[in-house]
């Protein structure tokens, strides 16, 4: 039965085509089907969306005025009036957030429902919080006596709006929508809460002191300043979408009345409070100044309503694109079924060419373990493989065209006769065989003794339409050379010179280019996705495309130049005798050749591109070695800025020294791993306040083999670019835990706080190893406390939650380090479930002189309180720095001024003296 199957599909080709064209048809159909489908469903998803956002920005706007009011209320004596506005906005409030959260409970957005319901929990503790601050506000206007302070009420209201603003972002986030879309509707969204929450905290702030008639606090009047900050850069970021051709006509009208409402309205009202605030006379009451900056908040909410409108008319808009490119195809595909059968002649036609090459490329493929020539039905040559061109003395350039029998030089020994075993292949269409007597004549005249066989090749009629003569040297002596050699200098798979030889090859180039004067180019070839195709395909696929890309190379370079296969998709390339200039333009047709290049793999077609470095080879040129290093950081440099691309090395290129420098570290991070050269350093963190636990960083150093430490910036940059940071965070998680282990401190009494790089936080088995190593050194995980990046973390924040959510549990902490480098820091703050802030040093080494440092430092343990964190501040370098942090209240301090970064193992010695005498130096 399987070779009448394979019959019936090889006579019935052309109509099994046609069979298969017709079932893509119709799958094309389905899939634009359910895609039409599928965006009418987002189009529906998004606009749901939409509406939880609104009810949630409406809930946060009244919440906002209830903000306002209650804040006057709570400064002075209360109107009628403004008891009814504040029981209307408290009223109205509390049903747009009921409708809210109902909503956000019933919605369900694929794998990120989850995420909504922990947003949503969030949001409803804080919404209950709420409560019991507005019962002791109401107790304190009824009774006039203080039962809450201003600030209190102040922060449990903007805890509300703050879960709000987290729920109404997840959600967006959430909507299976195109990028685009969300972006625009996140952005402006999360803009126009920013704006509108900052105006609401200055509405409340001024309506409570000029209620009062008390002078605006410093502190006060900083946080308002800030804020404007903050509004001035979220509208100037607003206000880029005029730059962008694709923005609605009626969000950019909407704009132009933001700015003119903030500018016309709200910041002159505000001026007007704060010129006289330091002496508590304002000229505006309380309700008229809140009742003037309610109507400019408003303006800014309306944002939200403009926005959902635009956004969800994309969506739509793509919908009904979906809709009619479905319509459209559907037509096509039937007129496509009409012209099928009139076309199947010609397809045929050229079916059977396609036939021919596909023969013979794959029996020229599958002969490549010997000598083989290829001719056409005339005995013209037209392919010689490296082995036959070796034993012959022709490339296969030179010998294309000539007539075989010019090439395949045969004669008889016995009978002294030439032999021509091609010719008697095609004129009589069967295999031909040479049996022993018989030499090859090479060009150059020597005499090799060979046997041979010459088959025809077919098309599809059977009619001979050339001939392949696979053959090899008799010779014993001269066969086990010519083995030993081409094995030793070739690549099995491709049949190109190795490595090896080739360094030999660029070695002989460098000696002639010193000795003449000669100018060479040496290229760096690495092919792009490469990985793709093995790991989808297998590396059966992968060595076929290997083999193909090995053949369209070898066409577009000259026959003077060398080309190699060093190891997996890297290749390299001499250019003999060339100058840069030629060489770029052989290089860029290389590029262009295997970016056009499609591997055909069951069905699966791939693109390659290839990225490129090149180096000249001069009588300046070091050894081949350094070259060979040139060329790869250039390729390296390719491949990061985008791929597809060629790259020159030149000496005073400042990124290619760098991309050498950091190879040359690659090798002494390996070594420094395998021949534990790496040691544990540390640096005290300072209790600020009684009661703490004593805290140390583990830092890490390198010990080079001329005995001197290496600073971590000197090999941690390229430990990470080259992906060895995860190995060298295992050495330290692992070796800190059997320090510890073998000291005699009390793990109870001291916190170890240890870096974990980008790299590892990818790391789905990390939480199992730091957990195994916890076990076999006894250490409790309340000991260990690790420190990762906001720049690491919010990479991918939803894999960073799921690495640390585990380890959580079990009772590791977590800090944020370098916080307040991010232009989101205190979103990924109310994301992320940490332990610890680290204020990153740009804030602390001004803190003295600086206000806004001051300001920002102070606002950031203010947030840590709430949350419930502890803070230590970094770079801590003098005394006044010190007791200026203490002021503030932030729980530890860290720097030259603390205590310099010592042996791990001297500290844990000496760790009890160690801390004291820090602690009483600086009490």
């Known amino acids: 039965m399987r070779p009448n199957l394979r019959g019936f599909f090889t006579n019935n080709l052309i109509n099994v085509s046609v069979a298969i064209a017709g079932l893509m048809l119709v799958g094309m159909t389905a899939v634009l089907a359910w895609q039409a489908y599928s965006s009418h469903a987002k189009a529906q998803q998004l606009q749901t969306a939409n509406q939880v956002t609104d009810e949630l920005l409406r809930a946060s706007a009244h919440q906002a005025r209830e903000r306002g009011l209650t804040s006057a209320a709570l400064g002075g004596e209360v109107s009628p009036e403004a008891l009814a506005k504040l029981q209307r906005a408290r009223t109205t409030g509390d049903q747009y957030w009921r409708d809210a959260l109902t909503l956000a409970g019933n919605l369900s957005v694929s794998s990120a429902t989850s995420a909504i319901e922990v947003h949503r929990t969030r949001a409803e503790a804080a919404w209950k919080a709420l409560q019991e601050a507005r019962a002791l506000a109401d107790q304190s206007i009824d009774t006039g006596r203080r039962q809450i302070e201003a600030d209190e009420w102040f922060d449990a209201a903007t805890q509300v709006i703050d879960a709000g603003a987290s729920l109404s972002r997840q959600i967006l986030l959430s909507a299976d929508a195109p990028i685009e879309v969300t972006q625009l509707n996140s952005s402006v969204q999360r803009s126009a809460w920013r704006i509108s929450e900052m105006m609401g905290q200055i509405r409340a702030i001024l309506s409570f002191h000029s209620g009062t008639g008390a002078p605006l606090p410093p502190a006060q009047m900083r946080l308002i300043k800030s804020n404007l900050s903050v509004i001035d850069k979220t509208v100037d970021e607003l206000l880029l979408l005029r730059n962008m051709p694709e923005t609605s006509n009626r969000l950019l ?20 409070m704060l ?10 009451e309380s309700l008229e100044w809140y009742d003037a900056a309610t109507a400019a908040i408003d303006e800014v909410i309306g944002t939200s309503r403009v926005v959902s409108d635009v956004t969800e008319a994309q969506v739509d808009s793509l919908a009904r694109h979906d809709a009619l490119a479905f319509g459209g195809f559907s037509l096509f595909a039937l007129l496509a079924s009409l012209l099928a059968a009139s076309s199947m002649v010609q397809v045929r036609n050229n079916a059977n060419a396609l036939f021919l090459q596909k023969e013979l490329a ?15 039905s005339s005995g013209h040559v037209e392919y010689l493989n490296p082995v036959a061109e070796e034993l012959t003395g022709w490339s296969t350039a030179e010998a294309k065209g000539r007539l075989s029998s010019e090439i395949l030089h045969v004669q008889n020994t016995l009978h002294a006769s030439l032999v021509d075993p091609i010719g008697t292949c095609l004129r009589e269409g069967h295999v031909v065989g040479l049996t022993n007597g018989h030499v090859l004549v090479r060009r150059d005249g020597r005499r090799v003794g060979i046997e041979d066989s010459a088959a025809p090749i077919r098309d599809r009629d059977a009619n001979v339409v050339g001939c392949v003569v696979v053959f090899y040297s008799t010779d014993a002596s001269g066969q086990a050379e010519h083995l030993l050699s081409y094995h030793a200098t070739r690549d099995a798979l491709t049949g190109l010179i190795n490595r090896r030889e080739f360094e030999r090859r660029l070695q002989s180039a460098v000696e002639d280019a010193r000795a003449d004067g000669s100018h060479h180019v040496l290229a760096y070839l690495d092919l792009d996705q490469f990985k793709v195709v093995n790991d989808t395909c297998g590396h059966a696929a992968g060595d076929r495309m290997l083999r193909q890309i090995t053949f369209l190379l070898r066409k577009r370079i000259r026959d003077s130049d060398t080309l190699a296969r060093l190891g997996g998709d890297e290749f390299a390339l001499l250019l003999n005798n060339c100058s840069m200039e030629k060489a770029m333009e052989v290089l860029e047709e290389v590029r262009r050749t295997l970016r056009a290049f499609r591997f055909n793999w069951e069905r699966k077609i791939f693109e390659i591109s290839v990225s490129i470095g090149a180096t000249p080879i001069t009588y ?31 000496p005073d290129d400042a990124e290619l020294s760098q991309q050498q420098s950091e190879m040359h570290w690659v090798t002494e991070i390996t070594d420094a791993l395998r021949e534990k050269r790496l040691e544990l350093y540390c640096q005290p963190l300072l209790p600020l306040r009684p009661g703490l636990p004593k805290r140390v960083e583990i830092l890490v150093r390198l010990r080079m083999r001329n005995g001197t430490l290496a600073p971590p910036m000197a090999f941690i940059p390229a430990a990470e670019r080259y992906n060895l940071m995860a190995d060298v965070d295992r050495w330290v998680i692992r070796n800190a835990c059997e320090a510890l282990a073998s000291s005699e401190i009390k793990q109870e009494d001291t916190v170890l706080n240890l870096n974990l790089s980008g790299l590892s936080l990818s790391d789905s088995d990390l939480p199992r190893f730091i957990c195994k190593q916890s076990q076999e050194y006894k250490i409790r995980p309340e000991t260990l ?67 806004f440092d001051r300001a920002m430092i102070e606002s950031v343990g203010h947030i840590a309180k709430v949350l419930g964190v502890a803070v230590t501040a970094e770079f801590v370098e003098d005394q006044a720095t010190l007791d200026a942090l203490r002021k503030l209240r932030i729980d530890y301090a860290q720097g030259y001024a603390v205590g310099r970064p010592m042996p791990l193992q001297d500290y844990l010695a000496g760790e009890p003296e160690i801390i004291d005498e820090l602690c009483s130096a600086w009490n």
Do not use: W
């Open 620 to 650: 300046l040129s070091a050894s081949q070695s350094e070259l060979l290093s040139q060329a790869d950081a250039a390729c390296y440099a390719a491949k990061a800025t985008g791929r597809n691309r060629i790259r020159v090395f030149h």
């Open 253 to 272: 009208a909407h704009l132009d009345t933001i700015e003119e409402t903030l500018e016309a309205r709200f910041k002159p009202d505000l001026k007007a």
């Open 362 to 376: 794959e029996t020229t493929l599958d002969s490549i373990g010997d000598a083989v020539i290829t001719t056409d």
């Open 785 to 851: 406390c690790f420190e990762i990046t906001e720049t690491a973390a919010v990479g991918n924040i939803d894999t960073v939650l799921e690495l640390i959510q585990p380890l959580i549990d079990q009772g590791y902490s977590f800090a944020l380090d370098d916080f307040g480098t991010g232009l989101s820091s205190l979103t990924y703050l109310k994301n992320l479930p940490i332990q610890q802030i680290k204020i990153d040093g740009s804030f602390v080494r001004n803190l003295t002189s600086d206000p």
């Open 275 to 284: 010129a006289d605030g330091d002496t508590g006379t304002y000229p505006m």
